[in-house]
């Protein structure tokens, strides 16, 4: 079983930075690919960046030249940094974690089998 707890939301003007982690616990999630996804109030879960095992990444065309997903294997985390924030970014963001060795185009929430707890971002114009 693995556990996800993401941390580094918070509250930031439009434009500025911020650096989400979802960091993993009881096992190791190296052979996993993780996504983040967010969902806005009165929205869908929306796909936002995956990283699958290889260090293969994938971004929503929203957020590309903005966002990127890193993932540090020594950690067992997995990052989501992101630039140029704007007032439609803000959401909850979820980290989850696709089941060992699974490929596929990770951009859709049924093909993760884990996910936490999510962590709000807030973008003020």
């Known amino acids: 079983q693995v556990q996800l707890v993401e941390s580094g939301g918070g509250l930031v003007q439009a434009g500025g930075s911020l650096r989400l982690a979802c960091a993993a616990s009881?096992?190791?999630?190296?052979?996993?690919?993780v996504g983040w996804f967010r969902q806005a109030p009165g929205k869908e879960r929306d796909f936002v960046a995956a990283i699958d095992y290889g260090g293969t990444s994938t971004h929503a065309d929203s957020v590309k030249g903005r966002f990127t997903i890193s993932r540090d294997n020594r950690k067992n985390t997995v990052y989501l940094q992101m630039n140029g924030l704007k007032p439609e970014d803000t959401a909850v963001y979820y980290c989850?974690?696709?089941?060992?060795?699974?490929?596929?185009?990770?951009?859709?929430?049924?093909?993760?089998?884990?996910w936490g707890q999510g962590t709000q971002v807030t973008v003020s114009s």
């Open positions: 009881g096992r190791s999630i190296i052979a996993n690919a």
């Open positions: 989850a974690s696709a089941r060992e060795t699974y490929t596929g185009t990770y951009s859709r929430a049924r093909e993760y089998d884990y």
